[in-house]
């Protein structure tokens, strides 16, 4: 991308491929739309995808204003980041392991689109999308916050019906798991599994 150019048009494509690949590939956001989708369907779980594109446009937005930089510069915050991370992935963990417990379903809740919108800012998968694709598609010098702003969007524009194909997975299988409730439990059970499991990605990265 040329300096004194605002948008480059070149790099409009591998943007776009690059929102594919990193929103529609597994991790913490993905596992939990499809739990969410099997409990309440998709019309319900909107507002969690919502949530989950707004936040990660704030996110990138925030990053390229400069928040990398203050991580970089202090190494706390991101162990703080990583602490609030652990136990908020160890949290959600534990509501998947309980939704599929009798009654468990009945009492929980999608999670709200602030609630996703929040998560974004304690999710490693996200910051590290947002750290990428400023680097790789914002560079420094005139025009530097409309590609920042650019970036951002076409994230999130191109990230929802992404994130959208992990509801309709879990909605999809719905009807299997309600007619057999121990497979709707251990559904719930492995998707808890798997969620717990990105702690050790968090840990050692």
């Not at 150019?5 to 690949?21: E, F, K, M, Q, T």
């Not at 920042?148 to 309709?168: K, Y």
Request: a positive charge; hydrophobic letters at 60%.
């Amino acid at each position: 991308m040329s300096s004194g150019a605002a948008l480059d048009v070149a790099l409009v494509a591998p943007l776009i491929l690059y929102s594919v690949l990193m929103t529609i590939t597994p991790g913490p956001n993905n596992m939990m739309l499809a739990s969410s989708g099997l409990l309440f369907g998709v019309r319900r779980t909107v507002p969690h995808m919502l949530g989950i594109s707004t936040g990660m446009m704030v996110l990138i937005s925030v990053v390229g204003a400069g928040l990398g930089g203050l991580f970089a510069a202090e190494p706390r915050l991101g162990l703080a980041l990583k602490l609030v991370g652990i136990v908020y992935l160890l949290y959600l963990s534990w509501k998947l392991w309980r939704a599929g417990e009798p009654g468990g379903a009945t009492a929980a809740r999608p999670l709200s689109f602030h609630g996703a919108a929040a998560f974004q800012f304690a999710n490693p998968k996200a910051w590290l999308m947002a750290l990428t694709a400023i680097a790789a598609f914002a560079a420094p010098g005139p025009g530097y916050a409309a590609r920042v702003l650019f970036v951002a969007l076409v994230m999130g524009v191109v990230g929802f019906p992404c994130i959208s194909v992990w509801a309709g997975f879990g909605a999809g299988i719905k009807a299997l798991m309600h007619a057999r409730p121990d497979a709707l439990r251990w559904f719930n059970r492995a998707m808890a599994l798997l969620t717990a499991l990105t702690v050790l990605l968090i840990i050692y990265e």
